[in-house]
């Protein structure tokens, strides 16, 4: 199933109960890409770089996590990492897709480590990016995304002083975006609920050293040097864990290696990915 709408357009599958909004495009080797956790976040904020390029030569699915971006928020809906990881499941059986790679960033990451160790056989490679894993605490960075409260001034402050290090990367467009997404009716909302309320659990991300060394699959960890989000100690600590781990540190490089490294983190990607034309 090929997208025939605007790559910056996407549609709609109901998985789960909730019409979850995704970007379907190009076509060959099927590549999933997971977004991280940010206020204001979406697979098209996260991966609006990656995804044209990436779809030259692969079939690119990006897809918004349920309680983030444009997907339905079900009043019922416990989030979680279980609840995240089995919505892509289903997304991805839904699609009728056996065996993808997956591109995960910061809690996309967490997620597609889970998938791993949920059911190896359907995952060809992975790429972790700006991931936590073993030894991760709680930083600066972290606690200033969860402590967001919706303002335009607030959002440009979080990505100025959190998410890169070029600091002309934030646009006023950028940050238009991320606010009114941020903004919108029901996110700020779901955002609370995942991180801070006793009945959700979305903060639990923690993963142990066995978990780790159980993940075969080709893995690619990618970290900006200067994450303020995820410290690169942490990739560097999973790096030694994972039997076929492979790690590329982008200096002067934040939390968003794929937007601040762009055309860089394609081409690093594409080679791990063995996907081509987009190499």
Not at 127 to 156: C, F, I, K
Request: aromatic share 8%; net charge negative; hydrophobic share 40%.
């Amino acid at each position: 199933m090929t997208s025939t709408v605007d790559i910056e357009q996407g549609q709609f599958l109901e998985i789960n109960g909730s019409a979850t909004y995704y970007h379907d495009i190009g076509e060959g080797k099927p590549v999933v890409l997971l977004h991280g956790s940010g206020p204001g976040v979406s697979a098209w904020a996260n991966w609006r770089h990656a995804i044209p390029e990436l779809g030259k030569s692969a079939r690119v699915l990006a897809l918004d996590l349920v309680g983030f971006g444009a997907t339905e928020r079900p009043a019922t809906v416990k989030y979680s990492l279980r609840t995240w990881t089995d919505h892509v499941w289903s997304f991805l059986d839904e699609l009728g897709l056996d065996k993808v790679s997956v591109i995960g960033n910061s809690l996309g990451g967490r997620i597609a480590m889970q998938m791993a160790e949920d059911n190896q056989d359907r995952l060809e490679r992975l790429v972790l990016m700006g991931s936590p894993g073993v030894g991760m605490t709680v930083t600066e960075g972290l606690q200033a995304l969860r402590n967001y409260e919706p303002s335009p001034d607030a959002m440009r402050s979080l990505l100025k002083d959190y998410f890169a290090v070029d600091k002309s990367i934030i646009t006023d467009d950028l940050v238009r975006i991320r606010y009114e997404a941020s903004a919108a009716p029901g996110a700020h909302e779901a955002y609370r609920l995942m991180f801070f309320h006793p009945d959700h659990e979305g903060s639990k991300l923690g993963i142990s050293e066995e978990q780790v060394r159980a993940i075969t699959v080709p893995t690619l960890l990618v970290h900006g040097r200067e994450d303020q989000v995820v410290p690169v100690d942490i990739a560097w600590r999973m790096l030694d864990l994972l039997p076929n781990g492979d790690l590329h540190v982008f200096s002067r490089c934040g939390h968003w290696t794929q937007i601040e490294r762009a055309d860089e983190f394609n081409r690093v990607v594409a080679d791990f990915l063995e996907i081509g034309d987009a190499r």
